[in-house]
């Protein structure tokens, strides 16, 4: 019987009333039980969801570094590239006697206006300027 509801209603709260006000209550109210224990898995979402948002922030962290560090990477092999190509050209410019391969080089507009195969080296062992214009009028330097 619900004690509370008899303070209320005094003697006009009878046994058959408490059992339909019961029943109601039942129908219409969470019990304390249930409530705590949905609270609970709440809270327990709630942390797991903070944990998964700090995750994904460390992982787009991770990403943007990635980002930037593939950049660098393909920058310095640009870098590494171009060096290995000054210095085939310098050498071949050197064994035709050329005192000054460098300036040689800065005459023609830089390394990059050279053809060169994979390896760096052109396939004949010969540099070809990509415009055609080399130094004596030939194909080869």
Not at 9 to 21: H, I, N, R, W
Not at 128 to 141: G, P, R
Request: a neutral charge; one cysteine or more.
């Amino acid at each position: 019987m619900l004690e509370w509801m008899r303070e209320i209603f005094g003697d006009a709260y009878t046994e058959e009333l408490d059992k339909k006000v019961s029943k109601k209550i039942g129908e219409l109210f969470v019990s304390r039980a249930d409530f705590n224990a949905r609270t609970g898995e709440l809270e327990t979402a709630r942390k797991t969801i903070t944990e998964h948002e700090g995750t994904i922030a460390t992982l787009q962290a991770a990403q943007t570094n990635a980002e930037g560090l593939q950049k660098t990477v393909d920058a310095l092999n640009g870098q590494i590239t171009s060096l290995k190509r000054t210095a085939a050209l310098e050498k071949a410019l050197s064994a035709l006697g050329v005192t000054d391969p460098g300036y040689v080089i800065y005459k023609q507009g830089g390394v990059d206006q050279f053809t060169f195969d994979k390896d760096g080296k052109h396939p004949n062992g010969c540099f070809a300027k990509k415009n055609k214009k080399t130094l004596a009028n030939s194909e080869c330097i």
